[in-house]
């Protein structure tokens, strides 16, 4: 079966402007959770969704949201770009809410110049 | 808020060889402590895990021990071989809480033929 499928792989974006990251999960996984991961900070929980809900939100500034639609497929969107923001970012589907059998997807690779 | 640590930061063995990978969390909620290997450019695929109601848990070369008093964990990897070359990360989560794992630093290992 196909695994979590990010989009794009990578980005190239100017400081201040936005951006969309895609993640489809597995077929059939309702919950899609959001990492950021650079050499400094490693690996740090954004958000999780389930349900088209976001169920919980990690420690970032409200630049970083995101949504999840009915099919389950969730976007992120950082707005107001800034150099930190250069980061690998991984989705993570799993079949119901929680980290129990986590998937995580290729991630995008943002750069922000 | 969670802390997770890991050390070392690098682990050179020569095949054949055993490595072993530490981690201590903060959070005595923890119950889910999962170990993802992250190749260059790849992402995270976990190989193995232990819940907090188990002290050891094995996988042919792989194996994973849990002190909860001392809230410790650590990975066990036995005659080593150059495709476990890798980043490994541990983690830690409350999986009656707040649904994300918290990683720790990783580790890189090299195991040289």
Known sequence: KAGVTQTPRYLIKTRGQQVTLSCSPISGHRSVSW?????GQGLQFL????SETQRNKGNFPGRFSGRQFSNSRSEMNVSTLELGDSALYLCASSLARGVDGYTFGSGTRLTVV | GENVEQHPSTLSVQEGDSAVIKCTYSDSASNYFPWYKQELGKRPQLIIDIRSNVGEKKDQRIAV??????KHFSL?????QPEDSAVYFCAAADTAGFQKLVFGTGTRLLVSP
């Open chain 2, 76 to 80: 066990h990897i036995t005659e080593t």
């Open chain 1, 35 to 39: 990492y950021q991961q650079t050499p």
């Open chain 1, 47 to 50: 958000f999780e969704y389930f």
């Open chain 2, 65 to 70: 021990t849990l002190n909860k008093t001392a």
